[in-house]
């Protein structure tokens, strides 16, 4: 299996994972135009974070979205981790902690992270398990939003 940066021509892929995964997790249905949009302005904007795919025999069995974070505090960019999604067939073989250990990789080759961050919903009890063995935290704060 190959962890490497999300292109162009995983475009596709990565709509459907996304839509999967809102779908799987929340209930939801994307909008795929606005989806579509959203996953190629990352894709082409390197600046605002990367994808990072796992590919084995030319498939795609999962990936994950990193985002940045600006901190004054501490002078470097948290890493945030999103839209992780692997396929039903492939889960519970690692792939989430390789690709995990991918984005550690690339934020060290980068000067490092202020810290690696990710939310995951209350009820999802698997995905936080997974979290707390690769050596996540639950943090100290909560987060608020406005639509």
């Not at 550690?104 to 490092?112: M, P, R, S, V, Y």
Request: proline share 1%; glycine share 6%; net charge negative.
């Amino acid at each position: 299996m190959q962890i490497r940066k999300g292109q162009q021509s995983d475009l596709t892929a990565l709509v459907q994972f996304n839509q999967a995964m809102a779908n799987e997790t929340e209930g939801l249905s994307l909008d795929q135009q606005t989806l579509t949009q959203g996953v190629q302005t990352l894709l082409e904007n390197p600046a605002r974070g990367f994808y990072l795919v796992a590919e084995e025999a030319g498939e795609i069995l999962g990936s994950l979205m990193v985002t940045y974070e600006w901190s004054d505090w501490r002078a470097k960019d948290y890493y945030w981790i999103q839209s992780v999604y692997i396929r039903p067939q492939n889960r519970r073989q690692g792939i989430y902690a390789k690709l995990y250990q991918a984005v550690k990789q690339i934020a060290e080759d980068n000067g490092g992270a202020a810290s690696f961050r990710l939310y995951v919903e209350q009820e999802n009890l698997k995905a936080q398990k997974t979290y707390e063995a690769l050596g996540m935290k639950q943090s100290y704060y909560l987060m608020y939003e406005e639509k």
